[in-house]
């Protein structure tokens, strides 16, 4: 049951063959049993049994909400939620309780689904890898899958079997985590570089980025207001087109959502690709993109051409200027930012007491971990009166041309581009942490990050196993509020790849549902 989709539970909570606290009673279980994974910060387990409690009274009036009704989710820990913590994985929020549900969530809720609890993430969202948190890093599911076990050998009889666990990816590792380990059936990040889809490939989830201003973001804790996006983390692109006909639409709360009516769609069954045009950018055969990689992303394309659609390389010329520009806007937004959290209004407030200022800088210094301050401290540099000009101004002009570059390739008849989400597979965490969070940021946000200066909507789907048996995924860039094709063609190659299910012996002793279906690797 717990691997299923979002309308076979659906129709199976309806159909009586399971209920909503039976379900809800399930994944509490397998998230105990999973806790070495820290994939959650807080689990709300009396809300969640009194939720789908609730829930189950109107399936018995035969009155249930939505589809998502009953449906188990999780919601990373930047969404505020009324009643349950909301710490960021920082010092600085440790307590901090709001006093108002985000608007994602509220609809989320509002659809009848129960919030199992909230889910890890990198300090304030400012990462790759959901491994600077001060609640300590997240372990991708994939590192205790059979799949990963059978091709990784131990150095030595002595070496530690757990020691070669593999990072999420980040910053919204904690939900692709959560959703990857069957903990829950939905998950929502957070996208402002990539944080959904990089987590998304490393754990064999689909994530999906909508274009800005599409979802709201009231009540998401802001780290640059000009990309940050609410990301949907599931097991299937039908699951995040459901989600995402949950959650997008005009929110007053949020003066940057669209204003028209969003009418919520199902995905067809596309069987004939041939009317599409498929773009292969060249700029994105990045330095360090790993050989296996490169050879899917190709094998992609020809899985497209074989079928009739066209597929042709296309050029975003400014694409090699788009990691450097985004450092700089996002490290300026981000300056901005975190001036409110000063230890006055709420979170934590340090006892220095000789001055208001002194109060300020022992707040900031005891509430942010390095990665913050470093961040706050380059993006004030960019701010400065003498370096504005030079690298704010500049940097949002460079954004205009990386945008427009998109423009001109979807004008020119392209539906759709292909490219790779990630330049490799998961990394083992005691490889990740030897190089500094900027640097690995930088090198695993440079293929994601330009669909977040651009607006674009942007999909990870799973498409197969690597040598060492960990997922990689491609990415999939739309044009602006066409999330329907995109999904339609992420469907569809989905459907092509048949990527297979993760194997974890957690799961199996606690899932004897009636879904047991498994699929098969093909594409790879």
Wanted: charged letters at 20%; aromatic letters at 8%.
């Amino acid at each position: 049951m717990l691997r299923a989709s979002l309308r076979e539970v659906s129709a199976a909570l309806k159909e009586g063959h399971v209920t909503p606290t039976e379900l809800c009673q399930r994944c509490l279980s397998l998230i105990k049993s999973t806790k070495f994974l820290n994939a959650y910060i807080t689990v709300a387990e009396e809300t969640a049994l009194k939720q789908a409690e609730e829930s189950e009274k109107r399936y018995r009036r035969g009155q249930p909400l939505s589809v998502l009704d009953g449906i188990p989710i999780a919601v990373k820990d930047n969404f505020n939620t009324a009643g349950i913590e909301t710490t960021c994985a920082s010092n600085m929020l440790k307590g901090y309780v709001s006093p108002y549900n985000a608007t994602v969530v509220q609809k989320l809720l509002d659809q009848g689904a129960v919030l199992l609890g909230k889910t890890n993430l990198d300090e304030f969202a400012m990462g790759s890898g959901s491994t600077d948190g001060v609640f300590g890093p997240v372990r991708n599911p994939w590192s205790y899958s059979r799949q990963y076990k059978e091709k990784s050998v131990p150095k030595s009889h002595s070496e530690d079997k757990d020691a070669n666990w593999v990072i999420t990816g980040g910053s919204s590792g904690g939900s692709a985590a959560a959703v990857s380990s069957f903990t829950c059936f939905v998950a929502l990040g957070s996208d402002t570089g990539g944080s959904t889809r990089n987590p998304a490939a490393h754990c064999g989830v689909v994530g999906l980025k909508p274009t800005y201003g599409l979802i709201s973001r009231h009540g998401l804790i802001p780290l640059v207001n000009s990309m940050d996006v609410p990301g949907i983390l599931t097991r299937c692109v039908d699951d995040a087109a459901v989600v995402l006909g949950s959650l997008a639409g005009h929110d007053p709360k949020d003066s940057t959502t669209i204003q028209d009516n969003f009418k919520p769609f199902e995905l067809p069954n596309l069987t004939d690709v041939s009317k599409f045009s498929i773009g292969i950018p060249k700029e994105y055969h990045a330095p360090g993109l790993s050989s296996e990689i490169l050879a899917l992303w190709s094998k992609a394309a020809d899985l497209f051409k074989n079928a009739g659609a066209k597929v042709i390389e296309v050029s975003l010329p400014h694409t090699r200027y788009s990691i450097v520009c985004y450092h700089v806007l996002c490290t300026a937004e981000v300056a901005s930012n975190m001036a409110r959290f000063d230890g006055l209004e709420y979170g934590h407030r340090s006892d220095m007491n000789k001055s208001t200022e002194s109060m300020y800088a022992a707040t900031r210094r005891e509430g942010f971990n390095d990665v913050v301050r470093g961040r706050i401290l380059s993006g004030n540099y960019f701010l400065l009166k003498q370096n504005y000009e030079n690298y704010f101004i500049k940097a949002q002009k460079v954004r205009r041309l990386i945008a427009n570059d998109f423009v001109k390739v979807f004008r020119s008849g392209v539906d759709i581009l292909l490219t790779p989400t990630t330049l490799s597979d998961a990394v083992p965490y005691m490889e990740f942490i030897k190089e500094d969070n900027r640097t690995r940021s930088t090198q695993d946000d440079i293929l994601t990050q330009a669909a977040n200066m651009a607006g674009l909507p942007a999909i990870n789907v799973p498409t197969a196993l690597s040598e060492r048996g960990l997922p990689v995924g491609l990415q999939f860039i739309g044009r602006s509020f066409q999330e329907k094709q995109l999904l339609t063609v992420a469907k569809w190659f989905e459907k092509q790849v048949k990527f297979p299910m993760i194997q974890l012996e957690e799961v199996k002793r606690h899932d004897h549902g009636v879904f047991q279906h498994q699929k098969s690797a093909s594409f790879s």
